[in-house]
């Protein structure tokens, strides 16, 4: 099971990004796949989260109606489009999953997670 997160950079306030976490040696869609944040100084926060088969989301109140996580199976890729970037939304962002019977739940939390991918940047600034 390997992890891959991409498509981090600096953005200004406002901006959008996508990130992209690809997997290989598993199929995306019989898992659950979580995104995760971690800014200088503060602790691993969880984002968002897509169910396996019926891709059932949640997020995070921070992040509620400005990002956007989704699958696409033929690419075996899961995205979180983030929109009207802030500041705070800076961090190193990594995607996780694990157990295959592990359904997301509203709270997203590391202990659910055992397998993650290497992280990618975002910084938010003018």
């Known amino acids: 099971v390997q992890l891959q997160a991409s498509g981090g950079g600096l953005v200004q306030p406002g901006g959008s990004l996508r990130l992209s976490c690809a997997a290989s040696g598993f199929t995306l869609d019989y898992y659950s796949i979580a995104w995760f944040r971690q800014a200088p100084g503060k602790e691993r926060e969880g984002v968002s989260c897509i169910a396996q088969r019926d891709g059932f989301t949640t997020y995070a109140d921070s992040v509620k109606g400005r990002f956007t996580i989704s699958r696409e199976n033929a690419k075996n890729v899961v995205y979180l489009q983030m929109n009207s970037l802030k500041p705070e939304d800076s961090a190193v962002y990594y995607c996780?999953?694990?157990?295959?019977?592990?359904?997301?739940?509203?709270?997203?939390?590391?202990?659910?997670?055992?397998?993650w991918g290497q992280g990618t940047q975002v910084t938010v600034s003018s």
């Open positions: 996780a999953t694990g157990d295959p019977m592990y359904y997301c739940s509203e709270s997203i939390e590391e202990v659910d997670f055992s397998s």
